[in-house]
């Protein structure tokens, strides 16, 4: 290969590099939850959530339309264990809004954070952390309902909880 090649890849490789840093593609996330309740709101920060001592595996079977369901392995936080060790009291709460980064939304009813075993916030998935949807994932963060039998109120990129 000439000299001129190598430079020229070399040139094009730099400026690709460049361009991707200039994008923040490899810069570090900032990863949190904002839960909002009334006027007041909380910033829980991704440490609190990956190291809370109440965080389970569970099964779980994801279904998309027009594909085969998937077995699969979350590990997340019971939505009422997790207000709980925040100290956010959810008794005089009518619904929770759970918002993407996309944009999209779902309404809960509080009676549903209630049923044991039901309502879980989600951060791995088969063992792995689960990746933000700017590298290609359905994370950070994940609401998994359970007793959802074809996985049509999961909420992927959840960023902002809504208690009202």
Known sequence: ??????????????LIIIFAFSLGFFAEEDIFITIVQGEAEKIVDKEFIYSHSEAIVFPAVVRSSGKKPIETEY????LSTFFSSLGIDTSGAKRITFK???GYRIILKVEELLE???????FERDGEL????????????????RR???SQRWIKHVEEIIIE
């Open 1 to 14: 290969m000439s000299i001129k090649k190598i430079i020229a890849i070399g040139t094009v490789s730099g």
């Open 75 to 78: 590990k997340g936080i019971e």
């Open 100 to 102: 993407a980064t996309d």
């Open 116 to 122: 044991p075993n039901n309502v879980y916030l989600t």
């Open 130 to 145: 689960m990746k933000s949807k700017k590298h290609g994932g359905n994370g950070p963060f994940q609401l998994v309902i």
């Open 148 to 150: 959802d039998p074809f």
